[in-house]
């Protein structure tokens, strides 16, 4: 019972249609307030805990089950969100400014990360090829990473390039 209200973050997977894109925008806000909190360090931490808790939970509501990745499960997406936003999170730290003012890096992330997750291109594919949690979890860690550096990416460019 407690892994299904993880790995379905609070039953918000449930929701029709598209519950991968709904965890994405659930994790927005929840990015937000970890940032707010304490910062970079605490989000970073809070992400690593959540992939270790959500890895968990995918494991047990995913044994024995026909479904390899059923929809509902979206702990995924909020992992992978949270790491498309670590260069947002850190740059808002590094800058001394509110993480609100780095609105388009939060907006490239979350259209980064859904493409990524949904496309599954590569080393994203390949991921979601694994059994398991690893198949759940990683190719959503995977698309973060990549959502990521593109974020960062296209703040150097803006930040250092354009201005």
Do not use: C, N
């Amino acid at each position: 019972m407690v892994a299904s209200v993880i790995a379905t973050l609070g039953g918000i997977g449930h929701l029709r249609p598209a519950p991968g894109t709904w965890g994405s925008l659930v994790a927005l806000p929840l990015a937000w307030a970890l940032h707010v909190a304490g910062g970079f360090g605490i989000f970073l931490a809070a992400t690593v805990a959540v992939a270790l808790i959500g890895w968990w939970a995918v494991g047990r509501v995913t044994d024995g089950e026909p479904e390899a990745d059923p929809a509902e499960i979206i702990i995924d997406e909020l992992v992978g969100q949270w790491i498309a936003l670590w260069p947002v999170s850190l740059g808002a730290s590094v800058a001394g400014v509110p993480v609100t003012a780095l609105w388009p890096g939060v907006v490239t992330a979350f259209i980064a990360f859904r493409l990524f997750d949904i496309w599954k291109p590569g080393p994203v594919g390949y991921a979601d090829r694994m059994a398991g949690p690893a198949g759940v979890m990683l190719d959503d860690v995977v698309a973060g990473w990549i959502a990521a550096l593109i974020v960062a990416a296209l703040g150097v460019f803006f930040h250092l390039v354009l201005m």
